[in-house]
């Protein structure tokens, strides 16, 4: 049958359904299996298991397709900003006019930060992580807001609309605190007439009698590069954000741990890793032909490309290239950096060894030297991913809360340690 496959174990057929998605893709529907046959299936890294059906983002990564609820990720970035593109992410729809309206007034609305929390950030030492911090404050803050992270999914689906607001606004205002904390400097009030990333730019980098100005389109740069991290399917963080949502958690605790989970060199880390590389390769000389050599002879990785699912440009990273050098430009920066990355760009992609792998540059490829552009320090670039991830964290949060079918989010493994013991025989220890 079409619809159906057929595993065979040992002399036993197994039949099961295949669900199909809109976009033609198959899953064969194992949920069954272990009932059927006393089999699992073992599949680490999760490379062939859909862990839920999902209506918020398209991947095909064979093609470099990005879609968010279909619209395509080129179109977005073109004529979108990043709280109209989020408003689409988490609702589904795009907003009229009014809608946006209410909705942008409420994410500026929720911008600033109770000041019980300041004394939170006294606590951590000035060479803290700012994800550490981003992590840890974004729990906290649910703290105070009982009423929306009660851990009751009808409560927190009821205050929804206003948490997820709240959440995309102070994320951004926490992380600028952050980076003032760890500067020394004194907290920057939110300005509620400036637009989204404008305003992080302004609590960012404004002094006393020395408000910023964005006279070079810093801002629009920014809004960029964070519509363009919105959402990504089921990556490493959202599929940690969905687990802990799984288990009835609410909607703070949830992102706190997207924010833990994005932290890695090999997930939104990445981006800072890709300016520490490049870095490197330009102080020793190198335009980047000796780090493809070592990238092929497994010394070293080349951050800020490959993709689990990619096997095609990225089509985040072609827009990030364009635009860092168009913001480069608009601000007379002569980075050495970009041409590096330009150079090992080519350089891998005409070396058979990429070539074969199907690696090509990711989203973090171009990121970190737009971000360097617009004084974003590196070690606030991974903050800068999870500011613009929010709102796919939360929309599929909502997915799991509104699913009352959703079951909590427990894999089982194929234990391979020690056969029983007895505690009691000596010649055990
Ligand atoms: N440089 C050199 N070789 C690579 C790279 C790379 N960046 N990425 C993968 N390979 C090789 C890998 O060694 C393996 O070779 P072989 O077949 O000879 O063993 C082959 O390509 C397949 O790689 P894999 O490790 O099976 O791929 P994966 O799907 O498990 O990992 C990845 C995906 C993104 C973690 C990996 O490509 C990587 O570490 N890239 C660098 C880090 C990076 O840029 N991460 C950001 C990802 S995009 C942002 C996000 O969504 O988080």
């Given amino acids: ?41 073992f599949d680490e ?9 999902s209506e918020i983002s398209f991947i095909n990564g064979e093609k470099g397709i990005l879609r ?20 689409l992410v988490i609702y589904g729809q795009l907003p009229t006019a009014d809608k946006l309206a209410a909705f942008c007034a409420e994410v500026r609305n929720h911008s600033s930060i109770h000041t019980g929390m300041r004394h939170h950030f006294e606590g951590f030492p000035s060479n803290a992580h700012p994800m550490a911090i981003l992590s840890s404050m974004l729990n906290s803050l649910g703290a105070y807001y009982p009423e929306m992270s009660s851990n009751n999914r009808e409560q927190d689906l009821a205050h929804f609309d206003e948490s997820a607001a709240l959440l995309i606004s102070k994320v951004r205002t926490i992380a600028a605190m952050t980076f003032r904390m760890k500067q020394g400097l ?3 009030f939110p300005d509620h007439s400036r637009r989204y990333a404008e305003n992080f730019l302004h609590m960012m980098f404004s002094e006393p009698y ?67 590389m490049l ?27 490959g993709h689990r699912v990619y096997k095609n440009y990225d089509p985040r990273a072609k827009i990030l290239g364009k635009s860092s050098e168009r913001v480069l430009e608009g601000l007379g920066i002569n980075d050495p950096l ?32 737009l971000l360097k ?13 999870a500011i613009g991830r929010m709102p796919g964290w939360i929309a599929n949060w909502k997915e799991i809360a509104e699913n009352s079918k959703s079951r909590i989010h427990r894999p089982r493994q194929v234990y391979t340690g020690s056969a029983i013991r007895d505690y009691l025989k000596v010649d055990e220890r």
């Fill in 1 to 41: 049958m079409e619809n159906s496959g057929t595993i065979r174990i040992g002399n036993e057929n197994f039949d099961f359904p295949i669900i199909e998605g809109i976009e033609g893709e198959r899953a064969l529907d194992t949920r069954t299996l272990r009932a059927k046959s006393g089999c699992i299936t």
């Fill in 45 to 53: 890294g999760y490379g062939n298991t859909g862990s839920c059906l």
């Fill in 68 to 87: 968010h609820r279909g619209y395509p990720i080129e179109q977005l970035a073109e004529h979108s900003s990043f709280l109209e593109t989020a408003y």
């Fill in 186 to 188: 004194p907290f920057v």
């Fill in 210 to 276: 020395n408000d910023y100005q964005d006279t070079s389109g810093a801002s629009n740069a920014l809004d960029l590069f964070l519509l363009l991290h919105a959402d990504h399917e089921q990556n490493c963080s959202t599929s940690t954000v969905r687990m802990v949502a799984s288990g009835g958690a609410n909607l703070f605790a949830s992102v706190s741990a997207g924010v833990c989970a994005l932290w890695g060199p090999s997930h939104g880390g990445a981006n800072m890793a890709v300016i520490k």
């Fill in 279 to 305: 870095e490197e390769i330009h102080a020793a000389g190198d335009d980047g032909s000796r780090f493809i050599k070592d990238a092929k002879e497994g010394k070293a990785k080349l951050m800020g490309f």
């Fill in 338 to 369: 970009l041409d590096i990355a330009k150079h090992l760009e080519r350089a891998a992609l005409e070396d058979e060894y990429f070539v074969k792998r199907k690696l090509y540059p990711n989203v973090d490829f171009y990121s970190g030297i």
């Fill in 373 to 385: 552009a617009i004084g974003i320090p590196v070690e606030m670039f991974t903050v800068m991913f």
